[in-house]
């Protein structure tokens, strides 16, 4: 159980790696005009590079989705192990790319990919058969719609703004209704 002390503690170190991911982007500047000093190479348009932009703003939306899916899923291991190991959730990393990666437990997946620098894909591969999308809404079935798709759209300053079905994406809630769709489904 947490304490006070704890939740504290951990409130802090929330608010420490929020300022550091603000300021990633001077860091990197600064790293930049080094390698610039040394190499004599001068690139004064990369920041203006669509594909770079939404490379790296895919690739940082992989590494957030993934951070924030292994710990719900490590306090769900934690609770269920309890009364059964072998209930357990694992992640995998899938070979050959830069950061996809996938849930599995009873023979069922949840893939997560980067299609392209603009799209990241969401979908379950059951019984290593056909990929399905996560249900949507209260009427939908396991298996009746396609994967989905995160889709990055450049805005004005060259903000990346990802959506879902032409809709802001809200990382929490994403990762909310896909882990729980995946554990629903995977326990059977």
Request: charged share 25%; proline share 1%.
């Amino acid at each position: 159980m947490l304490t006070k002390g704890n939740d504290h503690k951990s409130m802090i170190d929330n608010l420490e790696i929020n300022l550091q991911n603000k300021f990633e982007w001077i860091e990197s500047l600064a790293l930049e005009e080094i390698n610039m000093e040394e190499s004599g190479v001068v690139n004064i348009n990369s920041h203006l590079n669509p594909n770079l932009l939404l490379e790296e703003s895919s690739i940082e939306l992989m590494n957030t989705l993934r951070d924030k899916i292994e710990g719900a899923i490590s306090k769900f291991n934690q609770y269920r192990s309890i009364n059964n190991s072998h209930a357990q959730i694992k992640i995998f990393k899938i070979s050959n790319t830069v950061n996809d990666f996938m849930l599995f437990r009873n023979s069922l997946r949840l893939i997560f990919a980067r299609k392209s620098n603009d799209i990241i894909s969401i979908g379950f591969l059951a019984n290593g058969k056909e990929i399905y999308g996560a249900r949507l809404g209260f009427n939908d079935k396991f298996g009746s719609t396609s994967i989905h798709e995160l889709k990055a759209n450049l805005g004005p300053f060259n903000k990346v703004i990802w959506k879902f079905n032409n809709e802001l994406v809200d990382i929490d809630s994403l990762v909310r209704h896909y882990v729980t769709e995946f554990i629903i489904n995977s326990s059977r």
